[in-house]
């Protein structure tokens, strides 16, 4: 076969080069732009000035940004009276008159979802209910995996005429029968219906007499109305405000409010993984019932519209039952998939270490010599690769490479029996330098153009690449046969799965399915594969079955299924190492808080940062912040970053060393409480990293303005500091009364919000992050940190084997002095009465006086300075007529403490050093 050159990420490259250099060599393909022959092209020539004139003003004068034709309001409201109609326990209550409906749930009493009927005089004049198209393409600028689709350029939208539609009822469906206003003035009609889904919920979705290309449907929206969800969203903590294009592209390096320089920054609203699943804090929740093209405008423009547009496919949502918004998560989940219970070193901390065998033993060394956890390795370079202009390139080939790596089997060995994982990387690009490209060309294996030629384009680094074709079965087993290896032959545990966003929309499929469709679920099957390989090389044998991970950052979600329900783990993708808000460190706070509400219920972010292209690397203090929210975050894990020789890491200088080891020990120590978050999200859904409406969802000030919080569970509020120089941070609590995670008294002053909210400024120092817990926990603890969760051959290093059955429990009591019954292991365990109650002041245990630790034999319950230490199965803790109660039925041990001080040692801060310390990294030493 022949291969065509298509557009290249190589402008991406040679942009960024322009930018912080000069301009790109003489190497530079000077091709056009090539996108779909069924959409409009804007054609863009890659040298630099072209690409220099493409700012967002530019790309306004190219697009044809004529509004779509508006019908004349015959109609604005009615005399008649409303139509009320049951479907699956759902409330549809229709005006003939007008077409104006609104949704209440089963078990509401009032609407959460409405739509304005045939058109309503708004801010830009009448606003049809729905709209077709029946002809015409969207102009799409498609360069590096980044996308700009314009539909309303290119497309003839087709809006109702406005006269009242023909409403039709039955038990099982609910039409609105339109009549539309086409260009030529002629009748044609389209028809919303709705009718149940399943057995609890209801389906909303456009039809159209003889098809359409695509259409869009208008909802209102109120003036307090906040969305939340989308996938991997970095707007904020609310998304109203903003038109997301639910597309999975390249999220750009930067997102500049108006999208920047295109491709090199995209859009704030673009994602690696955006999803087809929202909720709204009128009591709503709402899936995608398409994987096409679909822009949701979250009350961008007019504050009272919603509107779905889709092209490829005619709009459709699903709108789930549940009377919260956990409950309907846990609905959206029946759809979306949940996780299997992961293996528990996914839950110990990760580093990274690249370079070579000699790199790989040193970070393995230095953790293991500092006492510092860590149950696994990551190098992506295992692939090898080469210099190029700009930096070390990866090979992404699916291969170990031997250069780089001699002997890379006893490597792997080596690090099994010293407590590591062993983690690589994979990702779908076939590129033209290594032989399997020509294996792909032969077989058949790659996404092909029109003429049946191979579709080339140039990947990330520059070189010509094709995609394997994941709608092959063939292509499937051979790109599974390569994983196989990895995993079986050379014992691999897991890998970073990168990318997957790239399938162009004028490839031809081995499916002959449209690509308008297959490109948002082309993460999924890519994310499919991955764990097929992985899942069968662990199923049989001695190991657990779930002993493996991999972690895209690709995504999307509807109601055929979702990352959530296919990927054991997930991460944020290539932020800024900066402290910027559009895609610096901030972003991993709303980005992880929203694709947990989209199903994702294990998520971390690089630590401290990747991208440092048009950026200053990763300073010490950003490394300082960022480690302190990667423990608190589900998985915690470091990146050297596209600078690794000039991004501060966790080694470069002693107090850095020792700060990363305090918040990996907490890290570790949470694994009690985090190992019952992942059994509640295999049960249920919900997500460990939760947005604060998933959790305290009458408390809107959590998620308001610049608000940036997150709750670990539902009993820890994570508030990260987001700005360097400061040692002061604004925090605002549900109520007054939570527990600063490591003191001694809950806060109580501050200023209270109308909704409750209690507002204060919390001291920060650079080695400390504002946590608070929920009044009346018992925070389960492991007894002691340890070296490793994933198991060792090495007799000098400690396992969870080691703390079986040891806990150690700090006690946050509520107003009352109650403490909530809680899973303690196999124990269950509930206090009262700790209202200002000194532990340690002559306890007793089930009416024995504890005696002091020192004057008793070890294993035997007794009392420290800070701490009391028990063992046994049904207990009876008491001290100053407080009473804590144990029931177990095995013999467990627990070191049980007040607040801060059950943490021990750990609730300590670390000294920072010098903020602006110049260390020479490694990379630079002789």
């Known amino acids: 076969m022949t291969s065509t050159l298509r557009a290249s990420k190589f402008v991406f490259v040679c942009l960024t080069a322009a930018l912080l250099s000069s301009a790109c060599d003489d190497e530079t393909p000077k091709t056009a732009l090539d996108t779909s022959s069924d959409s409009q092209t804007v054609d863009v020539d890659t040298d630099t000035d072209s690409l220099d004139s493409l700012d967002t003003q530019d790309l306004a004068e190219v697009e044809d940004t004529t509004p779509p034709a508006r019908p004349t309001c015959a109609l604005t409201s009615s005399t008649s009276a409303p139509e009320t109609h049951t479907l699956n326990g759902w409330t549809v209550e229709v005006d003939s008159g007008t077409g104006a409906w609104s949704i209440t749930p089963p078990g509401g009493t009032q609407p959460t979802l409405e739509g304005s009927g045939t058109c309503v005089d708004g801010e830009r004049g009448p606003q049809p209910a729905l709209t077709l198209v029946r002809e015409g393409a969207p102009k799409v600028l498609a360069l590096a995996g980044a996308y700009q689709i314009q539909t309303n350029s290119g497309l003839t939208w087709w809006p109702t005429s406005g006269v009242a539609p023909t409403v039709t009822a039955s038990e099982s469906l609910v039409s609105l029968r339109w009549a539309l206003l086409s260009a030529s003035n002629e009748a044609d009609f389209a028809t919303l219906i709705f ?72 859009i704030p609203e673009a994602a690696y993984a955006p999803m087809g699943v929202w909720h709204s804090s009128r009591g709503y929740s709402a899936l995608l019932d398409t994987d096409a093209y679909s822009e949701l405008n979250l009350c961008e423009n007019v504050g009272d519209r919603v509107r779905l547009r889709t092209y490829g496919e005619l709009p459709a949502l699903v709108l789930v039952a549940g009377d919260s918004p956990r409950a309907r998560l846990s609905a959206i989940t029946d759809y979306t998939g949940r996780p299997t219970e992961p293996a528990p070193w996914l839950l110990a901390p990760w580093n990274d270490a690249v370079g070579g065998p000699e790199n790989l033993h040193r970070v393995a060394a230095v953790l293991r010599d500092n006492h510092i956890p860590s149950s696994a390795i990551w190098s992506e370079d295992w692939i090898g690769g080469d210099e190029g202009n700009f930096g070390f390139r990866l090979s992404y080939a699916w291969e170990w490479d031997p250069t780089l790596y001699p002997d890379l089997p006893t490597d792997i060995d080596t690090l099994h029996d010293d407590g590591f994982a062993f983690l690589a990387y994979f990702n779908p690009f076939v590129p033209q330098p290594t032989r399997m490209y020509q294996e792909g060309v032969d077989g058949g294996y790659l996404i092909e153009t029109a003429d049946a030629a191979t579709y080339v384009f140039s990947d990330p680094a520059g070189r010509m690449v094709s995609l394997v074709d994941l709608s092959n079965p063939g292509a499937v087993a051979w790109l599974s046969s390569y994983l196989d290896t990895a995993a ?28 308008w469709l297959a490109h948002n679920r082309y993460p999924l099957e890519w994310q499919r594969v991955n764990r097929e390989a992985l899942s069968s090389a662990h199923a049989t044998g001695s190991e657990p079955t779930n002993n493996w991970v991999y972690f895209p950052r690709s995504g999307w979600a509807s109601t055929g299924g979702g990352t959530g329900g296919i990927a054991p783990a997930m991460w944020a993708g290539d932020q800024n190492t900066d402290w910027e808000y559009d895609d610096g460190f901030p972003t991993v706070v709303a980005i992880g808080s929203h694709v947990g509400l989209s199903g994702v219920s294990l998520y971390g972010s690089d630590i401290a940062g990747y991208s440092a292209f048009l950026v200053p690397p990763t300073t010490k203090e950003l490394f300082l912040r960022w480690s302190a929210f990667g423990a608190f975050s589900p998985l915690m894990r470091t990146h050297h970053g596209s600078s690794e020789c000039t991004n501060w890491a966790f080694d470069r200088d002693p107090a850095t060393l020792e700060h990363y080891k305090r918040y990996a020990i907490i890290h570790t120590l949470l694994y009690p409480y985090l190992s019952e978050l992942t059994q509640q999200a295999s049960a249920t859904g919900l997500p460990l ?20 919080s997150t709750f670990l569970g539902d009993h820890l509020l994570v508030v990260p500091v987001l700005a360097p120089a400061v040692t002061q941070w604004e925090v605002t609590l549900p109520a007054a009364g939570w527990w600063p995670l490591f003191g001694d008294a809950p806060q109580t002053d501050g200023t209270l919000s109308q909704d409750g909210a209690l507002v204060f400024t919390a001291d920060a120092s650079p080695t400390e992050i504002p946590v608070y817990v929920r009044p009346g926990t018992v925070l389960a603890l492991l007894d002691q940190p340890v070296d490793s969760f994933y198991g060792a051959t090495n007799p000098a290093l400690t396992t969870l084997a080691d703390v079986t059955d040891a806990y150690r429990l700090a006690l946050y009591p509520d107003a009352s002095g109650a ?94 050093g010098d903020l602006n310390a110049v260390v020479t990294p490694p990379c630079e030493l002789p």
């Not at 009718?195 to 449907?217: F, H, K, N, T, V």
């Open 195 to 266: 009718e149940p889904y399943g057995p609890r919920d209801l389906r909303i979705a456009l039809q159209a007499d003889g098809g359409a290309l695509g259409g869009s449907i208008e909802m209102r929206c109120t003036s307090d109305e906040s969305f939340f969800g989308l996938g991997t969203q970095s707007v904020g903590m609310d998304l109203r405000g903003h038109e997301f294009p639910l597309w999975t592209q390249e999220q750009g390096v930067g997102k500049p409010k108006g999208g920047g320089i295109f491709p090199l920054n995209n």
């Open 488 to 515: 079986n032959t050379l014992k691999i545990d897991g890998w970073m799965a990168d990318y997957a966003e790239w399938l162009p929309i004028d490839s031809v499929l081995f499916s002959n399915e449209s690509p």
């Open 689 to 708: 990293m939760r947005h604060p409406f998933l959790v305290e969802p009458n408390c809107p000030t959590l998620w308001s303005g610049d608000h940036y």
């Open 819 to 912: 403490l909530r019954s809680s899973a303690v292991g196999a124990a269950t365990v509930v206090g009262e009465g700790w209202s200002q109650v000194d532990l340690t002041s002559a306890p007793t245990l089930d009416g024995t006086p504890l005696l002091p630790c020192a004057d008793v034999a070890a294993g035997t319950s007794c009392v420290d300075a800070e701490t009391v230490w028990i063992v046994g199965t049904d207990l009876v803790l008491r001290a100053q007529g407080a009473t804590l109660t144990f029931a177990s039925p095995i013999e467990q041990s627990y070191r049980v403490g007040l607040a801060g001080l059950g943490w021990g040692e750990w609730r300590r801060a670390t000294d920072p």
